[in-house]
């Protein structure tokens, strides 16, 4: 069962989270790269993400590519609030 304490209470999957919601797809390298989180604390946190069912992996070959599981509603709800804040903070700039 997902908790919201196990995804809010990560400063490295909300980050992860934002950049998939940003990007759509993109490979570890990219994500770790975009958060500025090392490669296996990354690969660490996709993994939790897939487990829980937010995230989605695709593989081609030895390019695995992560992408937001828009079939989740818990995965949606969280990338609208992540949404939802970015335009928040726009507006309060």
Known sequence: MIEIE??????????I????SKYEEMNITQ???KT???YETTLSHLKKLI???????????KIRI???NKKNRIALKIIELIKEW????????
């Open 6 to 15: 196990d995804i809010i209470s990560s400063r490295g999957m909300i980050k």
């Open 31 to 33: 994500i770790s790269k």
């Open 17 to 20: 989270l934002k950049i998939l």
């Open 51 to 61: 487990e829980m069912g937010i995230v989605k992996e695709k593989r081609f070959g």
């Open 86 to 93: 970015e335009m928040e903070k726009i507006f309060l700039k």
């Open 66 to 68: 992560f992408k937001i």
């Open 36 to 38: 500025m989180l090392n």
